[in-house]
């Protein structure tokens, strides 16, 4: 019979070593950060969902890759885990957008589209597609500000259901 020592120790087996805890440091650390500047971006541009939220839905998203890709899933199981990850994000989104009574006005939907791509750019970095990840988030940015501009200093923005 094993020490309680052993025990915690077998809690810990799926760490085996420093090698793959640092991998996994990394990638969880990754998918924070890069959720953080789409979310920096959105608290900048004073929405509701801000940095804290965009950095928790990449961190989990990642990590919802991650374990079970540790457990040795297979692809096919591995897709039907992104595809849970994909439906359950949609609750979050629905939940930032509002539909005004008074007016037949709607707001939020850049916020929630913003929310889906924060939680694809986890699961880039969860399946180790860092570059991919990093990409998306540049690209992400990009529409979030640049396009923005552009579009009002063509008229109005009609994508302003923010």
Excluded at 37 to 65: I, N
Excluded at 115 to 137: D, M, P, Q
Excluded at 139 to 158: A, F, K, P
Aim: aromatic share 4%; with cysteine; proline share 2%.
């Amino acid at each position: 019979m094993g020490t309680w020592a052993d025990g915690i120790a077998g809690d810990f087996s799926d760490l085996p070593s420093l090698g793959v805890v640092a991998k996994i440091a990394v990638r969880l650390a990754m998918a924070a950060l890069l959720g953080g500047a789409v979310g920096f971006e959105r608290r900048w541009s004073d929405k509701p969902a801000g940095l804290r939220t965009h950095m928790l839905v990449a961190l989990g998203s990642a990590l919802f890759v991650l374990v079970p890709q540790q457990a040795g899933l297979t692809g096919s199981d591995l897709s039907r885990v992104i595809q849970g990850i994909v439906s359950g994000i949609g609750f979050i989104g629905a939940g930032s957008i509002l539909k005004l009574t008074d007016r037949a006005e709607v707001k939020g939907l850049t916020t929630a589209a913003g929310l889906w791509l924060t939680c694809a750019i986890g699961v880039a970095v969860g399946l180790g597609r860092e570059g991919s990840a990093v990409l998306g988030t540049v690209l992400t940015l990009l529409i979030l500000t640049l396009v923005h501009r552009v579009s009002v200093r063509l008229g109005g923005d009609r994508d302003s259901l923010e």
